[in-house]
């Protein structure tokens, strides 16, 4: 499958636990964004990185959240100390490098519970 | 702030019959606009774009059009199929801006294909 991959596809945490969601982008693309829908909403942006860089994090909260995107393996987004409002599917989608007017194409996102 | 609005939360069709889905904007600084179709549980699939410079896109069954000056696009899908049921999101971004690939979702309107 040369698609956006996202693991796990459900994740359960208790409140103050951490959620790690994983992203590996599709193949040849080193741009990676992160998306939060809540239930009947649209998709919101979350951050923007490339390999080792993060262009934009505007989209994400100050506390709590981080994300990166190493030189060797998959983007990870961290959400420490969960609370019930964290509760939403989370989407990555990829681009190709230097890409204007090419489409972001999605994983089938995580998930996320928060008991 | 909506930046992207897609006033119809919901549009039944007739098989066979054209299904058009409308999406307004706000921001003049946007120039990449996309449809994308979602089914549940999987995450958005991307459908056909347009570029600022154009104000029509055809693919197949699918045609974007764009009315810049209303600040206005639409899908037109003809003819529908059963297999069109599901939440269209319109997107869009400003790719001139260095950085500023972020997308950013209208609300979404599901399309229902009745037989």
């Known amino acids: 499958n040369a698609g956006v991959m996202q693991n796990p596809r459900h994740l359960v945490r208790r409140r103050g636990q951490e959620a790690r969601l994983r992203c590996s982008p599709m193949?040849?693309?080193?741009?990676v964004y992160w998306y939060r829908q809540l239930p009947e909403e649209g998709l919101k942006f979350m951050v923007y990185?490339?390999?080792?860089?993060?262009?934009?994090e505007s989209g994400m909260p100050k506390e709590r959240f981080s994300a990166e995107f190493p030189k060797e393996g998959p983007s990870i987004l961290r959400i420490q100390q969960v609370v019930r409002g964290d509760s939403a599917a989370y989407f990555c989608?990829?681009?190709?490098?230097?890409?204007?007017?090419?489409?972001?194409?999605f994983g089938d996102g995580t998930r996320l519970s928060i008991l | 702030d909506q930046q992207v609005k897609q006033n119809s939360p919901s549009l039944s069709v007739q098989e066979g019959r054209i299904s058009i889905l409308n999406c307004d904007y706000t921001n003049s600084m946007f120039d990449y606009f996309l449809w994308y179709k979602k089914y549940p549980a999987e995450g958005p699939t991307f459908l056909i774009s347009?570029?600022?410079?154009?104000d029509k896109n055809e693919d197949g069954r699918f045609t974007v059009f764009l009315n810049k000056s209303a600040k206005h696009l639409s899908l037109h899908i003809v003819p529908s199929q059963p297999g069109d049921s599901a939440v269209y999101f319109c997107a869009a971004s400003a790719n001139r801006i260095q950085g500023a690939q972020k997308l950013v979702f209208g609300q979404g309107t599901r399309l229902t294909i009745n037989p």
């Open positions: 990185l490339q390999k080792e860089n993060i262009i934009d």
């Open positions: 989608a990829s681009s190709p490098a230097g890409a204007s007017n090419q489409p972001q194409h």
């Open positions: 347009i570029s600022s410079i154009k």
């Open positions: 193949k040849g693309h080193s741009h």
